[in-house]
């Protein structure tokens, strides 16, 4: 099934004629009326309609979690991947479409769709809605295109990574002056658990693109201990501390036993992301025919918990 490319364009006055508001609808069915909509340049503006079950699905599967787009809203895998969604966004975990997971969700279309029209400038311009249809899809594909990222229509966490960082200019500079560069005011981790090298082969592990050798405060490390400490609900300070730290052991040792479940190995339960590690990771990507790399980002530590809480024989 593919996205379907139908649009709903909404003309709210005279004034108003060349604002159009876009919606693919994947169903024939829409939830909820759309005679009486706010539009707002906000891009956090409230939904404008409640998503049919296959746009809340075409969402899930645009945001990289392991929902095929012809699913049905009762299928295991998508219940699990709005369960992911609203335990990663700290909304009420219930699985269903309730009207906070809704508007969460339509706030990072929206978001992504804004970003995207300032880092690619399609033409014609993405509307902002809250669908990820065809248009959204496309425009990130070519985004990734030009980022040399793999180029699937599907924006994952390191997509929208990269995308945060062209469009609010965070990529650090070059220093003109090699032999001295710019001193900054970085955060300081305090470590008690991991060294080091065992933090940076975390987040090496989880996706994110940093030099293993440099610094804590190596902007993008900064970046990456921020991104996963906003994942999951901690201080978003860029630096390792405490809480951090035993976040950090406690996701792995449930990704490890994880892939223990699945794999039917002796594989052991550690807080560490090593060589072990990356094996069964790859084995994991290879079984269930994923891009076998031995990374274990947001959407494959998905797909691993949604796996191994599957019933087992």
């Known amino acids: 099934m593919q996205r379907d490319s139908a649009?709903?364009?909404?003309?709210?006055?005279?004034?108003?004629?060349?604002?159009?508001w876009n919606a693919r609808?994947?169903?024939?069915?829409?939830?909820?009326?759309?005679?009486?909509?706010?539009?707002?340049?906000?891009?956090?503006?409230?939904?404008s309609q409640d998503y049919t079950p296959a746009q809340f699905i075409s969402v899930l599967n645009g945001l990289g979690y392991a929902v095929p787009l012809d699913a049905?809203?009762?299928?295991?895998?998508?219940?699990?991947?709005?369960?992911?969604?609203?335990?990663?966004?700290?909304?009420?975990v219930d699985g269903t479409l309730n009207n906070p997971t809704q508007d969460r969700a339509a706030d990072i279309v929206r978001s992504l769709q804004t970003a995207l029209n300032r880092a690619v400038q399609p033409s014609p311009q993405l509307p902002i809605s809250q669908f990820y249809g065809r248009q959204?899809?496309?425009?990130?594909?070519?985004?990734?295109?030009?980022?040399?990222?793999?180029?699937?229509g599907i924006a994952t966490l390191e997509?929208?990574?990269?995308?945060?960082?062209?469009?609010?200019?965070?990529?650090?500079?070059?220093?003109?002056?090699?032999?001295?560069?710019?001193v900054t005011n970085a955060?300081?981790?305090?470590?008690?658990?991991?060294?080091?090298?065992?933090?940076?082969?975390?987040?090496?592990?989880?996706?994110?693109?940093?030099?293993?050798?440099?610094?804590?405060?190596?902007?993008?490390?900064?970046?990456?201990i921020r991104d996963l400490q906003r994942n999951y609900g901690l201080?978003?300070?860029?630096?390792?501390?405490?809480?951090?730290?035993?976040?950090?052991?406690s996701v792995m040792r449930n990704l490890r036993n994880n892939l223990k479940v699945i794999l039917r190995s002796n594989f052991?339960?550690?807080?560490?992301?090593?060589?072990?590690?990356?094996?069964?990771?790859?084995?994991?990507?290879s079984r269930y025919g994923l891009r076998v790399n031995g990374i274990a980002d947001l959407n494959v530590r998905s797909r691993i918990d949604t796996e191994a809480r599957r019933p087992r024989g």
Do not use: H
Request: aromatic share 6%.
């Open 7 to 20: 649009e709903q364009a909404i003309i709210l006055s005279d004034e108003m004629a060349k604002v159009m």
């Open 25 to 47: 609808l994947v169903s024939g069915v829409v939830w909820g009326s759309v005679a009486s909509i706010v539009l707002c340049q906000s891009v956090n503006a409230a939904r």
């Open 72 to 92: 049905q809203i009762n299928d295991p895998r998508v219940q699990q991947a709005i369960r992911d969604f609203q335990i990663q966004f700290r909304l009420p």
């Open 136 to 152: 959204t899809e496309a425009a990130v594909r070519l985004f990734q295109q030009q980022e040399r990222l793999p180029a699937t």
């Open 159 to 182: 997509t929208r990574q990269r995308l945060d960082e062209i469009v609010t200019d965070a990529r650090p500079r070059q220093p003109t002056n090699p032999t001295n560069p710019p």
């Open 187 to 224: 955060p300081r981790s305090q470590l008690s658990i991991y060294t080091e090298p065992q933090i940076k082969a975390i987040l090496t592990g989880f996706g994110y693109d940093i030099n293993p050798n440099a610094p804590l405060s190596d902007p993008p490390t900064v970046r990456a």
């Open 235 to 249: 201080s978003e300070t860029g630096a390792i501390d405490r809480a951090t730290e035993e976040k950090f052991s």
């Open 268 to 285: 052991a339960i550690a807080q560490y992301y090593d060589a072990a590690t990356q094996a069964a990771v790859r084995q994991f990507q």
